[in-house]
């Protein structure tokens, strides 16, 4: 299988590189094979992303910083789980369109399109750019003119603008709008179907900050999106949009759990509620829960609250709905103890069900079960399982010394005083409570039909105790 590069174009390869070809000229040449695209970063967005390349005939190149993620590339396998990348890979493999490197400054050489999918993580609550800084400095040593820098992570507004353009102006010695061009073209995908969501499931957002950056990425990226695209002059205003997705959700959570707290309270059924208030056209509440995971709905309000706070705005909304939602974890823990009253101790045994973020995926980044176990640390409880049937293996957990992390349904839920359903995996959603005996369970995640446990044996967000 090959992996070392396209034989056809040498890495200080310079022939096609002019300021302004024409856009149907550039697209023809992809068509053609004579132009690549380089994917910088093969996890949850870059290998969908190469993937949907591979699948309509298009040269691509796939480079990534780990040893393990290039070793199972080559291989044709992804350590992402979602559907037809791994075929993609293997069908690009054997018909020699797809070159994995290992180099990323030979990448952007050998490449018309280098495609930035990397994240941004957060340090101390701030975004922290520092992969992102280091795949620009590599793709400016080896840009030529006439090339395409797509940027696809979430970013705070203006960070293309006053980061990332400045970066690859510095390493190049290329001028932006002059000598290449810079768009921007967040991901919208969901885990477990990212293929079907950049192909069919969503518009595509492009931007760029000149017309011709935005005719081309619009030329490009309308070969992917059979939905159509949202095409955006500003990429300040296409980051600013991305966040908005995030944030809308993230604050509307907030609300749910705050509602469903208050019907705790009052011994209400919020899930009845709830039904019937979304039953009118403009209401729209969304589902309380444990907690919100994953790399993106808690990091996008984090963004926009630092922005705000650099230009002297207290996004409160924002900042209220993130705490609220933080506070979650501990308060269903909280709430779920009081199911063993009397008989809680040190020495409790307690199952979680759950250690991905959400149902379906074996993603556990930022997962509230993690915050679950924090506070059961601080309690100082003894005896832990987490039972996840995705999740076979996790290093975090390691930090946890009591908990033990199993697949075995059986062994998890047998002989223990308290069950917390963390994950809405669907393996959950049809268990019967005749296997639990005596054991009280805590939905956390409103995914169980409280009326057919035992009164005292069922606790949940937002559900009256029965």
């Given amino acids: 299988m090959q992996s070392g590069g396209p034989k056809s174009v040498p890495h200080n390869s310079t022939q096609i590189n002019t300021n302004r070809e024409p856009i149907e000229s550039i697209v023809s040449k992809f068509k053609s094979g004579e132009y690549l695209v380089s994917v910088f970063g093969l996890g949850h967005v870059g290998a969908p992303l190469a993937s949907v390349w591979l699948r309509t005939g298009i040269r691509v190149i796939g480079i990534d910083k780990s040893s393990r993620v290039i070793e199972n590339t080559r291989n044709g396998i992804t350590h992402i789980p979602e559907p037809l990348v791994n075929e993609s890979f293997s069908e690009g493999l054997r018909e020699d369109r797809f070159f994995v490197y290992e180099d990323p400054v030979k990448a952007s050489a050998d490449s018309k399109l280098k495609m930035i999918c990397v994240p941004v993580l957060m340090k101390k609550n701030k975004p922290d750019l520092s992969i992102v800084r280091e795949v620009v400095l590599s793709i400016g040593k080896g840009l030529k003119k006439g090339d395409i820098i797509s940027i696809h992570p979430s970013l705070p507004p203006l960070t293309t603008e006053k980061v990332l353009v400045p970066?690859?102006?510095?390493?190049?010695?290329?001028?932006?709008?002059?000598?290449?061009?810079?768009?921007?073209?967040?991901?919208?995908?969901?885990?477990?179907?990212?293929?079907?969501?950049?192909?069919?499931?969503?518009?595509?957002?492009?931007?760029?900050?000149d017309h011709y950056s935005l005719e081309i990425a619009s030329s490009l990226f309308s070969l992917l999106y059979k939905k159509g695209l949202v095409k955006i002059l500003g990429i300040k205003t296409a980051e600013a949009e991305k966040l908005f997705?995030?944030?809308?959700?993230?604050?509307?959570?907030?609300?749910?759990?705050?509602?469903?707290?208050?019907?705790?309270?009052?011994?209400?059924?919020?899930?009845?509620?709830?039904?019937?208030?979304?039953?009118?056209?403009?209401?729209?509440?969304?589902?309380?829960?444990?907690?919100?995971?994953?790399?993106?709905?808690?990091?996008?309000?984090?963004?926009?609250?630092?922005?705000?706070?650099?230009?002297?705005?207290?996004?409160?909304?924002?900042?209220?709905?993130?705490?609220?939602?933080?506070?979650?974890?501990?308060?269903?823990?909280n709430k779920a103890l009081k199911l063993i009253k009397g008989r809680y101790s040190r020495k409790s045994k307690i199952t979680i069900l759950g250690l991905a973020f959400r149902g379906g995926v074996s993603d556990t980044r930022l997962s509230p079960t993690f915050d679950l176990l924090r506070e059961m640390a601080r309690?100082?409880?003894?005896?832990?399982?987490?039972?996840?049937?995705?999740?076979?293996?996790?290093?975090?957990?390691?930090?946890?010394?009591?908990?033990?992390?199993?697949?075995?349904?059986?062994?998890?839920?047998?002989?223990?005083?308290?069950?917390?359903?963390?994950?809405?995996?669907?393996?959950?959603?049809?268990?019967?409570?005749?296997i639990l005996g005596k054991t009280p369970i805590y939905d956390g995640r409103g995914l169980l039909r409280p009326e057919k446990f035992e009164k005292g044996l069922y606790g949940g967000i937002g559900r009256p105790f029965i």
Wanted: with cysteine; hydrophobic share 35%; aromatic share 6%.
């Fill in 167 to 209: 970066l690859l102006e510095k390493s190049s010695g290329l001028k932006s709008k002059i000598d290449f061009s810079v768009i921007y073209n967040p991901e919208r995908i969901y885990e477990g179907r990212a293929i079907y969501d950049i192909e069919e499931g969503h518009p595509g957002i492009v931007s760029a900050d």
């Fill in 245 to 333: 997705e995030g944030v809308y959700r993230d604050v509307n959570i907030s609300l749910a759990n705050e509602l469903a707290r208050l019907c705790d309270r009052l011994d209400i059924d919020f899930w009845e509620a709830k039904k019937a208030a979304n039953s009118q056209s403009y209401c729209h509440i969304h589902d309380p829960g444990i907690g919100v995971g994953g790399a993106c709905i808690p990091i996008y309000p984090q963004f926009i609250i630092d922005v705000g706070l650099k230009n002297k705005l207290n996004c409160r909304i924002t900042k209220t709905g993130r705490a609220i939602n933080n506070e979650m974890p501990k308060y269903s823990l």
């Fill in 379 to 434: 309690l100082k409880m003894k005896d832990v399982i987490v039972h996840d049937p995705l999740v076979k293996d996790d290093g975090l957990l390691a930090k946890f010394k009591d908990v033990r992390l199993t697949s075995n349904l059986d062994d998890a839920i047998s002989g223990r005083d308290l069950i917390i359903l963390a994950t809405n995996h669907k393996e959950y959603s049809n268990i019967d409570p005749s």
